[in-house]
């Protein structure tokens, strides 16, 4: 079972959602959580612990130059400026290389092969003997976000029960993150901003044929907006989150409410229990 929790925006709380579910359905059941908000992971804040670090690498071409005749083919393919060839000389910029091939392929005598070159890393952590952690990590100033996300996902294959945080938007690490899910919980706040954002996501998992659901946080009681559009898309609410200031206290202090708030642990495992409901009817 895969599910994925995103968001068309940052700041709604999706990380906190996946923690608190995780805390959860934890004491239950075995669950791995992929933190694919590679970008800026932070699962890592609610449950620390030793890692295990796996590099992620891509392939990229290195020219040689004793052979290379700067004939330009390679450098005319590139679509991503990654590769510019002068008359006597090449700029290659291997952080805007997409690791395509392409310009290995279209050298007329093969003077371009592979490397190897390091992107980011993914951590394994086991917070406790039924939750693990898998957080993706992008170096800085990359650009292969999708990359790193794939490796992490991979290092989850096979897991009963996987929790995947989405990175906020509907750019190219979400639809990385959602390709082979079974469900999508859209976190969204009551804001004009928050209802936008989160029919963005909608539509890119629609797109995709993933059935979706609806958390509601930091609710100020005026969700009429948000509750229209589900209803008019046929999208579940599955859970509302008031706009509370202990929620928030226990939140700010890097807390899960599910442990501080022994009541939330109960709704958290029913918004399971619907996620679980919904996903057996679209089947």
Not at 17 to 23: D, E, S
Not at 56 to 82: H, L, M, S
Not at 162 to 176: F, W
Not at 210 to 217: D, L, R, S, T
């Amino acid at each position: 079972m895969k599910i994925v929790i995103a968001s068309g925006k940052g700041g709604t709380g999706k990380s906190t959602v996946v923690a608190n579910l995780a805390y959860s359905l934890a004491e239950r059941q075995p669950v791995t959580v992929v933190d694919c908000d590679v970008e800026e992971p932070n699962l890592h804040l609610f449950f620390p612990g030793p890692s295990e670090d796996l590099p992620v690498t891509v392939r990229i071409p290195e020219i040689d130059i004793k052979r290379c005749n700067f004939c330009g083919a390679c450098g005319d393919f590139c679509r991503y400026g990654a590769l510019t060839i002068f008359k006597d000389r090449h700029l290659f910029l291997p952080e805007l290389c997409h690791s395509c091939g392409g310009c290995q392929l279209v050298c007329p005598i093969g003077a371009i092969h592979e490397i190897d070159r390091e992107i980011g890393v993914v951590q394994c952590r086991t917070p406790s003997p039924s939750l693990t952690l898998i957080s993706g990590v992008l170096n800085e100033g990359e650009v292969q976000a999708p990359s790193v996300i794939k490796k992490a996902k991979s290092l989850a294959e096979g897991c009963p029960l996987i929790l995947y945080d989405a990175s906020p938007g509907i750019a190219c690490p979400v639809i990385e993150t959602l390709e082979g899910a079974d469900f999508c919980i859209l976190v969204t706040e009551s804001t004009p901003f928050g209802l936008h954002d989160m029919e963005l996501a909608y539509r890119a998992a629609k797109e995709l044929g993933i059935p979706a659901g609806v958390v509601i946080n930091r609710s100020d009681g005026e969700d009429e907006a948000i509750q229209n559009f589900c209803a008019a898309h046929l999208i579940p609410v599955l859970m509302t989150i008031p706009f509370d200031r202990k929620i928030a206290a226990i939140q700010n202090a890097g807390g899960l409410i599910t442990h501080e708030l022994p009541e939330w642990k109960q709704r958290f495992t029913e918004l399971f229990r619907k996620t679980v409901a919904h996903m057996e009817v679209v089947t």
